[in-house]
């Protein structure tokens, strides 16, 4: 996902609208259906047994590689009962936006760092 302008530290690029964004529980997901929904969805590492599923491009955003810095990032606003995506520094147009890792609590599989699948209902403990 890249930004066609500039973007100012602080500006809100993401916040959770309850019109196109989804929360699903995990416990009621099908292994496929919860693959699925993981691949472009996130969990949020305060309410783990959920998975929200972005309706809009978010659910493309990209981490930046392991140790390098993210230009977005949650902040302490809540919307939805999820974190409002902020940016965490100026953002050049035409730059992709990378979000931080904390964002997701399935982080570390997302990125091949661990290669357990989590069972539907069991994730992260």
């Known amino acids: 996902m890249f930004t066609p302008i500039p973007l100012e530290p602080g500006v809100v690029l993401w916040c959770f609208d ?12 099908e292994p496929r259906q919860l693959a699925e929904l993981l691949h472009f969805g996130y969990v949020n590492p305060e ?30 606003q809540i919307k939805g009962g999820e974190a409002v995506i902020v940016a965490c520094r100026m953002i050049a147009a035409e730059e992709e936006l990378l979000i931080h890792p904390s964002s997701d609590a399935d982080y570390f599989r997302k990125m091949g760092l661990c290669h357990q699948q989590p069972a539907a209902g069991h994730l992260f403990n």
């Open 18 to 29: 309850p019109a196109i964004d989804q929360r699903l529980p995990l416990g009621n997901l």
């Open 47 to 76: 309410r783990p047994a959920f998975v929200v599923v972005c309706g809009d491009q978010a659910r493309f955003w990209n981490f930046p590689l392991p140790g390098e810095p993210a230009n977005a990032s949650p902040s302490d």
